[in-house]
């Protein structure tokens, strides 16, 4: 995961310049997300590489999973360790003046990275939807072209959201990113939803002695293998719910109550952390849940020690 960036740029001046956060908190939470940078940046780039190799997950899936993993790894590379920068500089003493290029390139970063993230999480939910709805059509339906043109709109879109922090309100920006973002969770619950209740139909269907028979074009695939892929790309969705969620509840509670002070400073800082664990975690739910994509890491891996050796 990628992420959204902090509330409003002079609250976020002075809190840091005021000393509203503890030496100690900062320095914790600075030394944890340069450990997390880290871990998105080398763990994602191993995925991406992984993912070449992989011929079992259908293309367009593979080009949602590349799009998410390529996101993870621009938070590892840019916005962390700019966010990492950001808490420093009341401790460096840097000049003032570079605070405010340091904060315009993590919030533009954080305001687009988080858009395509949450976006292809969501579009991986509906593809995995489509694929037992559509049946044999969907390959006909769900195709390459198709799904590098939604993207590509995943992308403008958020473009936008960063052409409107620059030329509007950043805390209004923010807050409607927020709102806007409560859909997307929704609309992947109820994919889920329904994938549940098709599959234990189908598997109600198979105790009963009845062969699974496509309902307007539905299962006639490797049930056992769709499973898999469903259960995977479920695992990616909740680590995304758990760790944007609460950046969520965050946003819109500090914009409707107005909430400030020591607590609201240290609970932001703390959802800044927590989107930014996403990031990690997904290369690690890809290793653990797909076990073609586990074998071409290591692979991977080895290939890199014996090239240093």
């Known amino acids: 995961m990628a992420n959204c960036t902090g509330y409003g740029n002079s609250t976020r001046i002075q809190n840091h310049y005021g ?10 939470l600075a030394t944890l997300n340069i450990f997390l940078s880290i871990t998105a940046s080398l763990g994602n780039a191993l995925i991406l590489i992984a993912l070449r190799k992989v011929s079992s997950v259908h293309p367009p899936t593979k ?9 993870d790894l621009c938070v590892g590379l840019i916005t962390q360790p700019l966010h990492v920068t950001y808490l420093l500089i009341p401790i460096t003493k840097v000049n003032l003046s570079n605070l405010f290029y340091v904060d315009a390139v993590m919030n533009a970063s954080g305001f687009l990275l988080c858009g395509v993230s949450i976006s292809t999480a969501t579009a991986l939910s509906v593809d995995r939807l489509l694929a037992l709805l559509l049946g ?9 072209k198709r799904v590098f043109v939604v993207i590509i709109y ?11 922090y620059i030329f509007w309100n950043y805390d209004v920006t923010l807050f409607e990113a927020a709102v806007l973002s409560i859909p997307c969770i929704v609309i992947s619950m109820c994919s889920y939803a329904k994938i549940f209740l098709a599959l234990r139909q189908n598997q109600a269907q198979v105790r009963e002695g009845h062969q699974s028979q496509p309902n307007r074009g539905g299962i006639p ?4 293998r769709y499973k898999k892929t469903v259960s995977s790309i479920a695992w990616v969705q909740l680590a995304l719910a758990v760790c944007y969620v609460p950046f969520i509840i965050c946003v819109i509670t500090i914009r409707i109550s107005g909430w400030s002070g020591l607590s609201a400073d240290v609970v932001w800082e703390c ?12 290369p690690i739910l890809y290793c653990w849940r797909i076990q073609e994509i586990r074998q071409k890491t290591k692979g991977t891996i080895r290939q890199l020690c014996c090239s240093s050796s």
């Open 19 to 28: 000393c509203s956060l503890p030496e100690g908190l900062v320095v914790f």
């Open 63 to 71: 080009l949602l999973f590349r799009c998410l993993a390529i996101t």
């Open 136 to 144: 044999l059509r969907y390959r006909h339906v769900v195709t390459l």
């Open 154 to 164: 995943f992308w403008v879109s958020s473009v936008s959201f960063v052409f409107v």
């Open 221 to 224: 695939f490797n049930i056992a």
């Open 271 to 282: 959802a800044f952390t927590l989107l930014y664990l996403n990031s990690s975690l997904n």
